[in-house]
């Protein structure tokens, strides 16, 4: 019988990583967001309630680099 580790099982379903990123930022009460090369450089935003929006993102950072803000510029409203 062979045994498989946490790392095994999660690599095998990369494909769900995307899900599992989008479910954790709605459970936290965030929009979540995700790039895809059919959208030209924007960014897709997705809300918890289901409203979905291109949008162009900018990340503030603090003076160690580190991200502390996400600020988004709708550019229209996705059906």
């Not at 379903?13 to 990123?21: D, F, Q, R, W």
Request: charged letters at 35%; hydrophobic letters at 35%.
């Amino acid at each position: 019988m062979k045994t498989y580790s946490i790392v095994d099982k999660l690599l095998k379903n990369m494909g769900n990583m995307h899900e599992l990123g989008r479910q954790r930022a709605f459970e936290l009460g965030n929009p979540f967001y995700a790039q895809f090369a059919e959208d030209k450089g924007y960014w897709r935003k997705e809300l918890p309630t289901g409203e979905k929006y291109l949008v162009s993102l900018e990340v503030i950072t603090d003076e160690n680099d580190m991200p502390i803000e996400v600020r988004d510029t709708i550019i229209k409203r996705l059906d």
